[in-house]
C-alpha cells in the first residue's frame, strides 16, 4: 500500500498514521518529501480494512493499493525518476553517466593506464572487477583485496569513483571500503543472502539483469535491496541468453523504456557483453542514448588482445575515446529531452 499524507501534515499525525499501520500487522518504509510524506507498507494483513481505516485517519490524503509485487521500486510508490548520488555525480539525473573500465584489474599500470584514459575521454565512473566469477575454475579468478587496492590507486590518481563487483555477502564490509558502487553481476542477480546484506552496505548497488531473467524478476531483485534497507539501487541491461549465435548475448534495448514506465530506478546499458564483439559497442551505446538509458557500462583494456578476461568485447582506449566523440551530438539531444522531461526514447536521431 502507499499512503499519501496531506501537504505540511504534522509528524504527530504521521507518527500517529504509522501506529495505525502496525496495528494491522504491516510494516512501514517511508520517503519524506519536500512537502508531503509518502508512506510505503508492506506485509501481510486485512488490506481492505486497513486502507478504510488509513483513508478516516488525520493528516492521510490519500491511501491505495499498490498493485506491482516490486513495492517500493515501482512508479506507483514514487512517481518521479530517482538520482542516485555517487562520488559528487547523480546517476539517473540530468547528466548521461558513461562507466568505463576493463573487466578484470590485472596491474597497477594496466588499471591506472585505462583509468586515466577514459577519464580523459569523458568517462565519470571506472569499473573493474577484483573478484571474477568465471565459467571454468581454471579462469583468471582476480587479484581480490590486491585489486581492491589498486581500484583505489586509480580514484586516488584520477578521481573517478569505483564500480566492482560483489560476489558473496561475506565479503560486503570488505568491498564497500574500496568502491563507491557494489555491482552485482548477471549470475548472482539471484543470489538472496547477498541482495539482502547489500540493502545494509552504505552503497550504491549497480545491479545487473540475469542471463535468463525477466524485467519482472530483475525487479523483485531490486526490491530485496530496497526492502532491506537500500533505496540506491542502477539498473542495468547486459542482454539475455536465447537461440541467437551471431552476438555473445541478445540485448533486450527494449528493456530500457519498459522499465523506465515500471520503476522509477535509473536505467544502465552494457553493450559489451549484450554483444561481446567491441565493433558493435559503440552503435549500441548510439541506441542507448537515443531509447532513454541514463548510461553506459564499457570494458575498455589498454591491450585487449592480452586482457585476462573478455579481450574481445573490449574497447581499446582509442577506440573508446572514438565512441565517446561520436556520442557528443546524440547526448546533447538527450540533454535538452531530460531537462524538458520529454522521453529521451521519441529523441529523433
Known amino acids: 500500500m502507499i499512503i499519501s499524507m496531506r501537504p505540511h501534515a504534522t ?13 494491522f ?12 510524506v509518502v508512506i510505503g507498507v508492506v506485509g501481510m ?12 485517519t488525520p493528516g492521510v490524503e ?14 506507483e510508490f514514487k512517481k518521479e525518476r530517482s538520482a542516485i548520488q555517487v562520488n559528487g555525480l547523480q546517476i539517473g539525473g540530468g547528466e548521461f553517466i558513461v562507466i568505463a573500465g576493463p573487466c578484470s584489474v590485472e596491474s597497477e599500470d594496466q588499471i591506472l593506464q585505462t583509468a586515466e584514459a577514459v577519464a580523459a575521454a569523458g568517462a565519470r565512473m571506472l569499473r573493474g572487477g577484483a573478484f571474477k566469477p568465471r565459467t571454468s575454475p ?6 581480490e583485496l590486491e585489486g581492491l587496492k589498486l581500484l583505489r590507486k586509480a580514484k586516488q590518481a584520477t578521481g573517478l569513483g569505483i564500480v566492482t563487483e560483489i560476489m558473496s555477502d561475506r565479503d560486503v564490509d570488505m568491498v564497500a571500503e574500496y568502491t563507491d558502487v557494489m555491482q552485482v553481476g548477471a549470475r548472482n542477480m539471484q543470489n538472496f543472502a547477498l ?13 545487473k539483469r540475469g542471463m535468463s531473467s525477466t524485467i519482472k524478476e530483475l525487479l523483485m531483485s531490486a526490491e530485496y535491496i530496497v526492502a532491506h534497507g537500500n533505496p540506491n539501487v542502477i539498473l542495468c541491461e547486459r542482454g539475455i541468453r536465447t537461440f541467437e549465435t551471431a552476438t555473445r548475448n541478445t540485448c533486450d534495448i527494449a528493456a530500457v523504456p519498459v522499465l523506465n514506465e515500471l520503476t522509477h530506478l535509473p536505467v544502465l546499458l552494457d553493450p559489451s557483453h549484450a554483444t561481446g ?4 559497442v559503440p552503435a549500441l551505446a548510439r541506441a542507448a542514448v537515443a531509447i532513454g538509458a541514463d548510461g553506459l557500462v564499457v570494458e575498455v583494456h589498454p591491450c585487449p588482445e592480452k586482457a585476462a578476461s573478455d579481450g574481445a568485447q573490449s574497447l581499446t582506449l582509442e577506440s573508446f575515446a572514438a565512441m ?8 546533447r539531444l538527450w540533454k535538452e529531452a531530460r531537462d524538458s522531461e520529454v522521453a529521451p526514447s521519441a529523441i529523433a536521431v
Open 11 to 23: 509528524r504527530q499525525e504521521i507518527d500517529h498514521v504509522c501506529e495505525r499501520i502496525g496495528e
Open 25 to 36: 500487522g504491516y510494516k512501514v518504509h517511508s520517503i519524506e518529501g519536500e512537502e508531503r
Open 45 to 56: 494483513g486485512d488490506v481492505t480494512a486497513c486502507l478504510e481505516s488509513l483513508e478516516a
Open 62 to 75: 490519500r491511501a491505495m493499493r499498490i498493485s506491482a509485487p516490486y513495492k517500493f521500486v515501482s512508479r
Open 138 to 143: 581454471y579462469d583468471f579468478q582476480g587479484l
Open 195 to 207: 541482495l539482502k546484506s547489500l540493502g545494509a552496505c552504505g552503497r550504491p548497488v549497480l545491479l
Open 277 to 280: 564483439k567491441r565493433s558493435l
Open 324 to 331: 565517446m566523440r561520436s556520442l557528443a551530438p546524440y547526448l
